[in-house]
């Protein structure tokens, strides 16, 4: 892509001054070109952005800023060659009742929320260089599932420009702006938890004797969902219902379409901690946004273990309708590394 051959190009152009004044015509040594080879397309986009701005074209062709900019959000890359986005306006209005919201609370709710996630792939063409975001789960059920965006990297800000109808940059007439943030640091344990990962099944379980004795049914109907941790200290899930997803009729959905698409899909973003030295240990996802409106950021505890490439996790047991300590636990597995 044409960024990422003009990083190459720098690389192999300051190896000469790099090796104490060496003459240009100097083949670098075979460390460096093996280097420069194994770069991947995906390396330049690597990491988690913060939504600051929306950009679109005035009467002069020109892209300009979106005066009443007003949302909060984050997009994140993995070396492994997935994506995940969650997007939502600041202004949303709680339900009156979060249990039993009516339709119509719902489908405002939905309005400018966006959410999904899926492999993502670089690509090049006349107008530029450009990413697929593949979504395999997104928010609305009959979405775009090749989102096709054209990419300028400027400093540490990602522009996204999503194609026109045409599918081309040259007269599509809105962005989307993204600064890049820094890792932070995290304990050898918070690590442990860095990557995407994708749901298993979801297991019910009881307190015995102090421990959750599973009851050995697995419950797959959320498989394919998807957790992620970043090393800039950020966290996002994704929970879509695998069946009974309906496409809405038409572009805006109904309040009753909204409320369908509602239950079938939930999500949060923020930031998390990871509590090792607690009896039991656990982690807190700090919600920041999540697809039930809110106002301020949450904090839900997940009691968690991690075992290899899996991690299960689960909310803190309470008493069912029998007087029984019960729960549940969800088992998120590693996504493997994709082929480019």
């Known amino acids: 892509m044409r960024n990422l051959r003009i990083a190459l190009i720098a690389v192999v152009v300051g190896l000469p001054f790099a090796l104490g004044g060496c003459a240009a015509e100097t083949s670098p040594p075979a460390a460096e070109e093996a280097a420069v080879d194994s770069a991947s397309p995906r390396d330049p986009f690597v ?10 074209k005035d009467e002069n062709g020109e892209f300009v800023p979106v005066e009443d900019f007003n949302s909060l959000g984050y997009i994140t890359y993995s070396d492994r060659g997935y994506m995940a986005v969650n997007v939502m306006p ?21 309005q400018g929320y966006t959410g999904y996630y899926g492999p993502f792939s670089v690509h090049e063409d006349e107008d530029g260089g450009y990413l697929i975001h593949h979504r395999t789960g997104q928010i ?78 697995r419950n797959e109907d959320r498989a394919g969902s998807v957790i992620l941790y970043t090393p800039t200290g950020h966290m996002m899930v994704h929970l879509m219902a695998r069946e009974g997803r309906t496409p809405y009729a038409g572009d805006t959905p109904t309040p009753e379409e909204s409320m369908a698409a509602y239950r079938t899909y939930g999500g949060y973003f923020g930031r998390f901690t990871v509590h090792e030295d607690a009896d039991p240990i656990y982690v807190v996802h700090h919600q920041e946004g999540r697809s039930r409106p809110t106002t301020g950021v949450t904090d839900a505890e997940r009691l968690y273990q991690l075992d290899g490439d899996v991690l299960r996790l689960g909310g803190r047991p309470s008493e069912n309708e029998d007087g029984v300590l019960a729960g549940g636990h969800l088992y998120w597995e590693l996504m493997p590394n994709r082929e480019e």
């Open 47 to 56: 990491g988690t952005y913060e939504l600051i701005g929306r950009n679109v």
């Open 140 to 217: 609305n059920p009959g979405g775009e599932v090749d989102a096709k965006r054209y990419y300028d990297l400027v400093d540490d800000k990602l522009i996204l420009t999503p194609a026109s109808e045409t599918g081309m940059k040259h007269d599509a007439n809105r962005q989307v702006v993204w600064q890049r943030l820094p890792d932070v640091e995290l304990s050898e344990e918070a690590q442990r938890f860095l990557g995407h990962r994708e749901l298993l099944y979801t297991t019910r379980y009881t307190v015995q004797d102090g421990e959750p004795v599973e009851d050995g049914e």
């Open 90 to 110: 600041l202004d949303r209005e709680p339900f009156a009742d979060d249990a039993n919201p009516t339709p119509e609370e719902v489908q405002t709710a939905l």
